[in-house]
């Protein structure tokens, strides 16, 4: 038996509860891996209070992503033997001291990886190195604006953003997250709510103007930096953490000859492929300390609820953890 965190009707984390299950061996093709960590994310929390567009069976585990250690391997596995260090992802059924997944959705880990930053390593740098890269196609000398820069699609975006010979500019809210901005990365920093916030961001370019937005925020911030876009400019639309969808005027594409571009995580399951060399890409990057996911709080499994709450906060900088090696 192992525990499990639990929604069995949809609802807040308050709701959830810390039971034993029953561990699932390992089918053909699949991996039974030890959780020693798992990231907590806004995603994480939405699902099981029913707010997702994804609406799962109850009773329902959440949880996303994690980093551990294989137990047990199915028929017709290779490359991947127990005691490997890895890291992977589903839609759900993460928060468990042990998951059964099919193999294709677990990497192997450098022996000298920090299990703390690979468990938040896979979702917003698969995110940002698809939407920058691959969408994008940035290139050497561009100049790319990061919006609610302090997430971890943002910080994701800053380091790749930086790998591929880019100048960052970062926006934030806060001073603090602005400084945090900086200290991964980014070569500038502006706040969010400054009213001369174009005619900076225009100073920045030496009144080129923006060559990527990238934009996990949505509502007014979109419009506005989809202005500050320089001929040719791509807009990465990624989400809208700020609770509201915008619309934008469909003549400044024409006028600009910008691009407004959907980076849309349904290409993992629409594409494996990409998304299989994409992560490893990313995996390669990760090992030679090119990338590195920010930690922020970690709570014992016990205080599940703590850490959600901490998420739906927001005032963490750096991902919020489970570690289900402590007990309290």
Known sequence: MIRAIVAAAFGPPESFTLRQIAA????????????????????????????HQFKPDLPFIPGTEFSGEVLEIGAGVAGF??????????????????????????????????????????????????GLVERGHV????????????????????????????????????????????QHGADHALDTNAADWRAEVK??????????????IGGEATERAFRALAYRGRHLVVGFASGSIPSLPVNLPLIKGASLVG?????IERDPALSSRLRGDI????????????VGNIYPLAQFQAAMRDVTEGKTLGRVLLDFSRTA
């Open 24 to 51: 699932r061996p390992p089918g053909p093709g699949e991996i039974r891996a030890a959780v020693r960590f798992a990231g907590v994310s806004y995603v994480d929390i939405l699902v099981p209070a029913g707010g």
């Open 203 to 216: 100073a920045l370019t030496d009144g080129r103007g923006l060559d990527i937005v990238v934009d996990p």
């Open 81 to 130: 033997a127990p005691g490997d260090l890895v890291c992977g992802g589903n839609m759900g059924g993460i928060f468990a001291e042990s998951v059964t997944l099919p193999a294709a959705r677990l990497q192997k880990l450098p022996l000298h990886a920090r299990l703390e930053e690979a468990a938040v390593l896979r979702a917003s740098y698969l995110t940002s190195w698809y």
């Open 263 to 267: 980076v849309l995580a349904a290409f």
């Open 283 to 294: 995996m390669t990057q990760f090992a030679a300390g090119s990338l590195r996911p920010p």
């Open 139 to 182: 290139a050497p000398g561009e100049t790319v604006l990061v919006l609610g820069a302090a997430g971890a699609v943002g910080i994701a975006a800053i380091q790749i953003g930086k790998l591929f010979g880019a100048t960052v500019i970062a926006s934030a809210s806060s001073a603090a997250k602005r400084a945090f901005a900086l």
